[in-house]
Nanobody, 124 residues
Framework: QVQLVESGGGLVQAGGSLRLSCAASGHFFSSYAMAWFRQAPGKEREFVAHISWSGGSTDYASSVKGRFTISRDNVKNTVYLRMSSLKPEDTAVYYC?????????????????WGQGTQVTVSS
């Protein structure tokens, strides 16, 4: 079955960097767009970034544009989220998700499989 396993979260000071990874298995990874979402305490889950099946197209939430970079390795079946200039408001559980399309979307209902999440905590 399809599995998505995130890793790389942790505690970091404001201004620091982290790289999240999401290892996929159980499906033909390169056929699907992928995305990262996040959920902060007491808030709804929100879109962070998505990447097309080939990696040729990406898009970001305005709150992370210029600081975060999404990428993928279709040989390793892994999608990454490089996060720089982290802020306390970036604190959240970060989830990767598989899109039902090849291009990706901002909308959570266009993703059919989700990982368990990895905690990112940014201290001020």
């Amino acid at each position: 079955q399809v599995q998505l396993v995130e890793s790389g979260g942790g505690l970091v000071q404001a201004g620091g960097s982290l790289r999240l990874s999401c290892a996929a298995s159980g499906h033909f990874f390169s056929s699907y767009a992928m995305a990262w979402f996040r959920q902060a305490p007491g808030k709804e889950r929100e879109f962070v970034a998505h990447i097309s099946w080939s990696g040729g197209s990406t898009d970001y939430a305005s709150s992370v544009k210029g600081r975060f970079t999404i990428s993928r390795d279709n040989v390793k079946n892994t999608v990454y989220l490089r996060m720089s200039s982290l802020k306390p408001e970036d604190t959240a559980v970060y989830y990767c998700a598989r899109a039902i399309t090849i291009r990706g979307s901002y909308h959570q209902d266009e993703y059919d499989y989700w990982g368990q999440g990895t905690q990112v905590t940014v201290s001020s």
